[in-house]
């Protein structure tokens, strides 16, 4: 697993103790600083959009409300396909999956 607190350039690479790390993966932050906007609803539409198509997407839910991981579990109990991979605490706590082709990230006002 890779951490999030890792450099990443223009060109598609990712910088960490002075070595460039090539990477095929897509990060997509969703954020507003006003709350309400619907940043939830569009990661989570997002993420589904993106599994239905065949991307391995895991989400990372920054939001203290913790919406995304709410619904995520919601569907792992009632069975509901795709499921959806998510990570849920601070920005220090989480990481990025190596085989994630789809990182999407929710922010929450208070981030």
Request: hydrophobic share 40%.
């Amino acid at each position: 697993m890779e951490s999030l607190g890792v450099g990443f350039d223009p060109a598609g690479a990712a910088a960490r103790d002075g070595k460039i790390l090539r990477t095929n993966r897509m990060i997509t932050v969703i954020a507003n600083l006003k709350g309400g906007t619907g940043k939830s609803t569009v990661t989570f539409n997002l993420a589904l959009w993106l599994r239905t198509t065949g991307r391995r997407t895991t989400v990372i839910d920054l939001d203290p409300q913790k919406t995304l991981s709410d619904a995520a579990a919601l569907r792992m109990e009632e069975g509901i396909e795709p499921s959806l991979r998510v990570q849920a605490g601070t920005f220090a706590d989480v990481t990025l999956p190596q085989d994630a082709e789809e990182i999407i990230i929710d922010v929450g006002t208070a981030d």
